[in-house]
C-alpha cells in the first residue's frame, strides 16, 4: 500500500469531481480523467470548484485533468496506486479496461458509483484488486463544466456518506486509507457490508431516481404528491424484499428501518403513515428535496439513463429467484420510453399505472 498515492478519477462528473476535489485540495496526487472536453478545458484552466447549498464555502483547486484520448500519457509516469471509477455503470468495463493498464501492481480499483458494478470491474482486475465505495445521499450535480455543486451542506455526524468496504467484507489498511481519503469531503466510515450497503443504497435510488426521470419532477415534487410518494414506497418495497431474499443485510434507507419501508408499500396503514410523515417532513425542511436526482438529471441534459442498472437489475435479479417486482418492472418500461422519445416526462405514466 502506497503511503503517498498516485490517484486517478477515472470519470470526472459530480461525484468524481466532488471527492477528487476535495483530495486535490490536501496536497494529493490526482489525475482527473474524463470524455467531456469542455470540462477537460475548463478544470485545466481554472480549476475545479466546488459549492454548497448551505454552510459551506466555496473553494476552487488546482487540479490536472486529461480528456480520454490522453490517457496513453500515463505509460510514461509513475503507475497508479488507486483508481476511483465514477462513470455510469454501463461505461464501468471499458473504463476500468483503460485504466487498469495503468495500475501499479498492487494497484487497485474503487468503484465510485451508483448501482452494483464489483462484479464487471472484478471480470477486468480480479476481485483481489476491486474494493467498493457508496455515496449515501450526497445530492451533488455538475452544474456546468469544473464546476460541482452539492443541493445541501456536509452530512458530518448527522449523516454518514461515504462506506467504504472489501468485498470479502474484512477490514483491511488499503479500505482504511481509501475511507480517509473520501472523508476529505465528507463523513466516512469502514464497513464490514458492503454488499448490504450496496443493495440498501441500490434501493434508495430505485425509489426516486427513475420516478423524476419519467416524471421530469425534482424530489420535493414528487414526495409532495400523494400518489407518486405512495408509488415510491411500492418501488422500496419490492427492492427491500428481493434484498432480503437474496440473503442481503440491509443498513438504513433514507434514513428509514427497511422493514417499515417494505410494509409501507405493501399496504400496512401504520407503516405507510410513519412513512408518509417522514418524507413530507423531509420536504418541509429548508432545501429539503430541492434536487434532481441523477437520473433525472440524465434525462434533462438528454443523457443515456442508469434505468436498466437500477430498476432493471432489481427486476432481473427478482426473477432470478421467481419474485414479482411489478412496479419496478413498469417504471423500466415507462423510462425507457421516455428516454427514446417515445414519450414526454409527465406524472401521469405513473398516476395512471394505478398500482398503489
Not at 475545479?48 to 466555496?58: F, G, K, M, Q, S
Not at 413498469?330 to 395512471?352: M, N, Q, S, Y
Request: hydrophobic share 45%; proline share 3%.
Amino acid at each position: 500500500m502506497a503511503q503517498h498515492p498516485k490517484i486517478a478519477i477515472m470519470g470526472a462528473g459530480a461525484v468524481g469531481c466532488y471527492a477528487g476535489a476535495h483530495m486535490a485540495r490536501a496536497g494529493h496526487d490526482v489525475t482527473f480523467l474524463d470524455p467531456w472536453p469542455e470540462n477537460v478545458a475548463a478544470m485545466r484552466a481554472n480549476g475545479l470548484t466546488v459549492t454548497h447549498l448551505r454552510d459551506v464555502a466555496p473553494f476552487t483547486a488546482k487540479v490536472r485533468a486529461l480528456h480520454l484520448t490522453e490517457a496513453q500519457s500515463l505509460a510514461r509516469e509513475a503507475p497508479l496506486d488507486i483508481a476511483f471509477v465514477c462513470m455510469k455503470s454501463y461505461d464501468t468495463k471499458w473504463a476500468t479496461q483503460l485504466i487498469a493498464q495503468y495500475l501499479a501492481p498492487e494497484g487497485f480499483v474503487v468503484s465510485l458509483q451508483n448501482c452494483m458494478n464489483e462484479e464487471t470491474i472484478a471480470s477486468v482486475v480480479g476481485w483481489g484488486r476491486t474494493l467498493g465505495c457508496i455515496a449515501s445521499s450526497i445530492t451533488v450535480d455538475l452544474c456546468e463544466p469544473a464546476h460541482v455543486h452539492r443541493a445541501a451542506g456536509k452530512g458530518g455526524a448527522a449523516h454518514t456518506v461515504f462506506r467504504v468496504g472489501e468485498v470479502h467484507g474484512r477490514e483491511t489498511p488499503r479500505a482504511a486509507q481509501v475511507r480517509d481519503l473520501v472523508a476529505l469531503a465528507d463523513s466516512a466510515l469502514l464497513t464490514t457490508n458492503l454488499w448490504g450497503e450496496r443493495w440498501s443504497k441500490l434501493v434508495t435510488n430505485a425509489m426516486h431516481n427513475g420516478v423524476s426521470a419519467c416524471t421530469g419532477l425534482i424530489t420535493r415534487d414528487i414526495l409532495l404528491d400523494d400518489t407518486l410518494r405512495a408509488f415510491t414506497a411500492r418501488l422500496g418495497s419490492e427492492a427491500i424484499r428481493v434484498g432480503q431474499a437474496l440473503g442481503y443485510s440491509l443498513e438504513e434507507v433514507l434514513h428509514l428501518d427497511p422493514e417499515m419501508i417494505a410494509r409501507a408499500g405493501e399496504g400496512d396503514a401504520a407503516a405507510r403513515a410513519e412513512y408518509d410523515g417522514h418524507r413530507l417532513a423531509e420536504a418541509a425542511k429548508a432545501g429539503g428535496g430541492a434536487h434532481r436526482p441523477s437520473m433525472g438529471q440524465d434525462m434533462v441534459k438528454g443523457r443515456r439513463t442508469e434505468i436498466g442498472f437500477l430498476n432493471g437489475y432489481i427486476v432481473d435479479r427478482a426473477q432470478s429467484i421467481g419474485y414479482a417486482t411489478p412496479a419496478n418492472a413498469a417504471l423500466v418500461e415507462i423510462v425507457t420510453k421516455v428516454e427514446r422519445g417515445e414519450l414526454a416526462a409527465d406524472p401521469a405514466h405513473i398516476r395512471d399505472l394505478r398500482l398503489n
